[in-house]
């Protein structure tokens, strides 16, 4: 089947699938996460034939919209969005809008400025954004229009001055009318059934008592029901009220005039508009499809697989009977569909209620919601291989009309689809073979499924025949599979079992309706030796796979005692680490106020020395015991160690921690990592990238030096600056020069250590010169500006050798 033409023009057994598979069903759900009219409208007639790069597209847009509804408070803001396409003909063939229907273009309008406006501030959504990007919103029109119409969808007085000045008269002269038609009232009182003015054919009139019909003189409009009242309109306002027409008349005129004229200004761009619509509609479609996936909790699948992969999948019709139909949930069993990608053919067997028809139709959902751009009800990864078409022939076919019978009915559809196979195509046959003689039917059926299994991407069928189970053994492209019973309740339990054959356990259950044993016996005996041992080579098979998976979920259960284990270790880990965190800043503190402590006694010294009128000597001496002070505090710093940390590599499976996803890495960039979930991507940091299990931990390790964290230097590091009047040269007001022969004959008798020169801000020739000078002098080892507290830039404190 060619899928271009498929999309266009799809054959009449393609859409005969989606009747049996109820496609029209999903659609209405689907329909019901639209945001807008036309969106649901569009989401209830979806055709899935379409192009592999259309369905990955869609499925591109799906992953956008999920994203940005998750990020986005309420999601992307598609309100006010109407149908034009019906307003749109009108105006191109020079049809007049009414003023509701102009309004619905501006608001559209406006609705589409505001979902490109979130659209384009983000980065979440280039496939989206690259839509909505084509279309143009024309705010002049919309201006237009909202200066014209208002929210009722009448003619604004603003509309023209024309128009203004129209209805400025026409009130002007209502007024008038009613003025006077209020003192005929007034004066002929006893007249006057009811003291109202109304109207009759636009004209102002006064109800006026049959009776006293010649007590006001004028023309009579109309009469009441009882012929009590007549409606007149007095000879004084006869005039008044023909003026008040034709007011009213060039009124109308004025305001189709401006209808008119905006709806020109429509015509003339509809086809961008109905562009507009088109993308609108794209995006709420996307939606729509967002919030269902998200609803069923769904992944995206992936069609770069020869692989047919679907875990734990649930019917999604099932689903929502489960959760919003149904006045009593049930819990819809999942399923486990794992193809292998040489295999062709798959025979499901088993007795009647097990759901191998339920097993046909959620398959089938899968792949055509899949082209539709809808996620998966299935654990991740989602592996679907790509299918062309999906034909099925599932239920009875009978028409009484055609005389045909069930079997009849059933090779008429099969013809078809045999006629329609071109490609990549899935079959689904329920109960194939069968309404006619068994070994007959046996035969067709093993014939049409050899024959599928060459023709055919791939073919699934549900059988009672017996004989179909032996093709596994005899062409390796053919597998088996079961649906589960539970042969002590003689229930089933909906699980279907992969490579083991299935009974149809019709004794077993018949002896438990009730039916006599001696009957049973014989249909035994019939059966033949060959049948008992089949079916006891079959339930020896089952047993050993409930053994398997009985071991299989203790070994789970272990395991997830492990992974519990490990969360606590490494939670009392991480309470080691912050107590030692804690240890460490005690000591810190310790050391530091041991630190100020010293600091505090030498500054008493200090201080007593400068009251002393101490030396630089002497303050020298006070420094180098302040040194001496401070290393005996310093904290000994431990020699760097060496950690490990994981660290992994492009191509591989790693797990996201906050978002509790697994996905690839497929690129590294300094410190940012690009990991791949489905059709999504995330940039990362390395801390919130976490192993799938130990196993890749330990094999993805590697050494990472720990950086000692760096002390400051303290007071005492630094040596101690005291200030005293022996080591300040105030130089301020001099020449360069005359500073310079004073300094170089200062600090050739000073001692060693620090010494203030002030030489203030002024013009900074000063500064410059004195700081040049200093640059030169043999004795100065450094130098720079003084605290802001001692001086700033106005002194230079310099280091003496």
């Known amino acids: 089947m060619n899928a271009a033409a498929a999309t266009l023009h799809p054959p009449d057994i393609l859409v005969e699938t989606l009747e049996l598979l109820e496609w029209s069903r999903l659609c209405e759900h689907l329909a019901s996460f639209a945001a807008t009219r036309i969106g649901n409208s569009a989401c209830r007639t979806i055709t899935p034939w379409m192009s592999r790069q259309q369905s990955e597209t869609l499925l591109a847009q799906t992953g956008e919209a999920i994203a940005l509804d998750l990020s986005l408070p309420g999601g992307i803001p598609i309100q006010g969005i109407c149908d034009l396409v019906p307003l749109l003909q009108r105006a191109e063939l020079g049809g007049v809008l009414q003023g509701r229907e102009l309004s619905d273009v501006a608001n559209t ?10 659209l384009d501030e983000t980065e979440e959504a280039p496939l989206l954004q690259d839509a909505i990007s084509s279309i143009r919103t024309y705010p002049e029109i919309e201006r237009d229009i909202n200066r014209c119409i208002d929210e009722r969808g009448e003619v604004t007085d603003r509309a023209s001055e024309t128009l203004g000045n129209l209805r400025g008269n026409i009130r002007t002269l209502r007024n008038c009318v009613r003025d006077k038609l209020q003192n005929i009232m007034s004066a002929k009182s006893s007249a006057i059934q009811e003291m109202v003015v109304t109207e009759r054919d636009s004209r102002f009139v006064i109800p006026i008592k049959a009776s006293h019909r010649d007590v006001v003189k004028g023309l009579v409009h109309d009469s009441s029901a009882s012929g009590a009242t007549l409606y007149v309109e007095p000879n004084s306002v006869v005039s008044d009220n023909n003026q008040l027409r034709e007011l009213q008349a060039r009124e109308r005129r004025e305001e189709e005039r401006i209808l008119r004229q905006l709806s020109e200004q429509v015509g003339e761009v509809a086809d961008d508009l109905r562009h507009l619509q088109a993308m609108l509609v794209l995006v709420d479609g996307a939606i729509a499809r967002a919030r269902y ?11 770069d697989t020869d692989t047919l992969s679907l875990r734990t999948v649930r019917h999604p019709l099932l689903l929502w009977q489960s959760q919003k139909d149904s006045e009593q949930p049930f819990e819809v069993v999942p399923i486990d569909l794992a193809i292998a990608p040489e295999k062709r053919a798959v025979v499901i067997t088993g007795p009647n209620t097990g759901g191998k028809t339920v097993t046909l139709k959620t398959l089938g959902l899968m792949v055509v919601m899949a082209k539709a751009g809808i996620f998966l009800p299935a654990r991740e990864p989602v592996l679907l291989p790509w299918f062309d078409g999906v034909f099925a022939d599932i239920g009875d076919e009978q028409s009484l009309q055609q005389s045909l019978s069930t079997f009849s009915g059933h090779i008429r559809r099969i013809s078809r689809v045999l006629a329609a196979i071109d490609g990549d195509a899935l079959v689904l046959l329920d109960e194939v073979g069968a309404g006619t003689d068994p070994s007959e039917g046996s035969a067709l059926a093993a014939a049409l499924l050899e024959h599928l299994a060459h023709t055919a991407r791939l073919t699934v069928a549900s059988t009672h025949y017996g004989e179909l189970k032996a093709l596994k053994y005899q062409d390796p492209m053919f597998e088996n599979a079961s649906v589960e019973f539970d042969s002590s309740s003689l229930a089933p339990t909906y699980r279907l079992m992969w490579g083991i054959p299935g009974r149809s356990h019709a004794l077993a259950i018949a002896l438990r309706l009730g039916l006599d044993e001696v009957v049973i016996d014989r249909a035994k005996a019939r059966l033949g030796e060959d049948s008992f041992q089949v079916d006891t080579a079959i339930a020896g098979l089952e047993g050993q796979r409930a053994e398997q998976e009985e071991k299989l979920t203790h070994l789970n259960s272990l395991q997830a005692q492990l992974e519990t284990l490990q969360q606590e270790m490494k939670e009392r880990a991480r309470q080691l680490d912050r107590r030692e965190a804690e ?60 950690a490990t940390e994981f660290y992994p590599e492009i191509g591989d499976r790693v797990r996201l921690r906050e978002l509790d996803r697994v996905g690839e890495l497929v690129a590294i960039e300094g410190g940012s990592f690009t990991v791949r979930s489905g059709i999504l991507k995330f940039n990362v940091n390395l801390s919130q990238i976490e192993p799938l299990d130990e196993v890749q931990a330990k094999q993805r390790q590697r050494l990472q030096p720990v950086k000692t964290p760096k002390i400051p230097p303290s007071a005492a590091d630094r040596g101690l600056q005291v200030r005293t009047s022996q080591n300040t040269l105030d130089i301020r007001g001099q020449r360069v020069a005359d500073a310079e022969y004073q300094l170089d004959d200062w600090i050739a008798n000073a001692a060693s250590g620090a010494v203030w020169i002030i030489h203030g801000h002024g013009t900074g020739k000063l500064r410059a010169g004195v700081q040049e000078f200093l640059k030169r002098h043999p004795r100065v080892a450094s130098f720079e500006a003084a605290e802001a507290n001692d001086g700033g830039t106005g002194v230079t404190v310099a280091q003496i050798n």
């Open 293 to 303: 996936s998200l609803w069923l909790n769904a992944h995206p699948p992936s069609f």
């Open 109 to 118: 309008l406006a609705g589409a400025r505001k979902v490109r406006r979130v």
């Open 583 to 642: 240890l460490e800043a005690e000591k810190k503190a310790a050391i530091e106020q041991a630190i100020r402590s010293a600091q505090g006694e030498v500054a008493s010294v200090i201080r007593r020395l400068q009251k002393q009128g101490a030396t630089g000597r002497d303050a020298q001496a006070a420094s180098e015991q302040l040194k001496r002070i401070g290393k005996q505090t310093q904290k000994r710093q431990p020699e760097p160690v060496v």
